[in-house]
């Protein structure tokens, strides 16, 4: 079972769910998809080894058969390639690696070369196997290296928790294709609820199945409850607010340590979503 935890906003909690409910259950692989800025490591006393890079391929222009027609640079969707009279310039970090330009080119001058844009590291300890991505510095294409960190999901775990960067652009639609559930995290304040909002939206044109924890249950109000009784979206868990959690997590200690009792509660909310899919 692929279960990603997504949120619509930083902040919400979302990796301290991912980081406690992995930590409680067994057969267990965690998976970092935040790859602009993973941190689940931080929580996890774990040395982590460079199992790949992640890599796009650019093209790479064979100036012997190139007639310079153009044709590459006006059909580039992302402006990475530009004729000018003697050359065709390659903006190598605007190139998503479509390969549109090398199946286009009429005199077959354009081959293509990996670029590395990224790296997928791996960890394990006990029962916990652990993968995450990190994008190189400098670089702006995180939706690739989810893609081809998902490629490293064990088929052998039972659960798989995929800890997905905030918001519902691309790198999140990308982290929650073909999960078998989403877990989206808010917070109850105005802010949260509102970019909650986006995210359940996006979830319902994927037709994914979603169910709600309110994390920080307190500090609000409860407009974000009754929105999801109103629209009918189960609410699987309530995590208290609470100072203590607040300044262990700042000295990378999830909650599931100070605690426990919501390893039961864990349980509970798993019996739940098994019955949903």
Not at 64 to 91: H, K, W
Not at 111 to 120: F, H, L, N, S
Not at 178 to 205: A, N, Q
Not at 216 to 245: A, T, W
Request: aromatic content about 6%; some cysteine; overall charge negative.
């Amino acid at each position: 079972m692929e279960i990603a935890i997504v949120s619509g906003k930083g902040g919400t909690g979302k990796t301290s769910l991912a980081v406690s409910l992995a930590q409680t259950l067994e057969d267990v692989q965690l998976i970092d998809a935040d790859v602009d800025e993973p941190n689940c490591s931080i929580f996890l006393d774990m040395d982590t080894e460079h199992k790949a890079n992640a890599e796009i391929p650019v093209p790479v222009i064979n100036y012997d058969l190139c007639t310079l027609c153009g044709i590459c640079s006006a059909n580039c969707e992302y402006n990475a390639l530009m004729r000018v009279p003697d050359q065709i310039l390659l903006f190598d970090k605007m190139c998503h690696g479509c390969g549109l330009c090398s199946k286009i080119c009429p005199e077959n001058a354009i081959t293509e070369t990996p670029r590395t844009i990224g790296k997928i590291l791996q960890g394990e300890k006990g029962n916990l196997l652990f993968n995450y991505g990190k994008m190189d510095v400098g670089e702006e294409l995180s939706t690739p290296i989810i893609s081809q960190l998902k490629q490293h999901i064990s088929k052998e775990r039972k659960i798989v928790i995929i800890d997905a960067p905030p918001g519902s652009a691309c790198p999140m639609v990308e982290t929650i294709a073909d999960v078998d559930y989403v877990i989206v995290v808010g917070e109850p304040t105005p802010f949260g609820l509102s970019d909650m909002k986006i995210v359940i939206e996006t979830l319902r044109i994927l037709n994914m199945k979603f169910g709600i924890v309110i994390n920080k249950d307190g500090i609000g109000d409860k407009e974000m409850e009754q929105f999801c009784i109103d629209e009918k979206i189960p609410i699987l868990l309530k995590i208290p607010f609470s100072l203590e959690i607040a300044r262990n997590y700042s000295k990378g200690v999830p909650f599931i340590k100070i605690l426990p009792e919501m390893a039961a509660k864990f349980e509970s909310m798993l019996a739940k979503i098994k019955e949903e899919i």
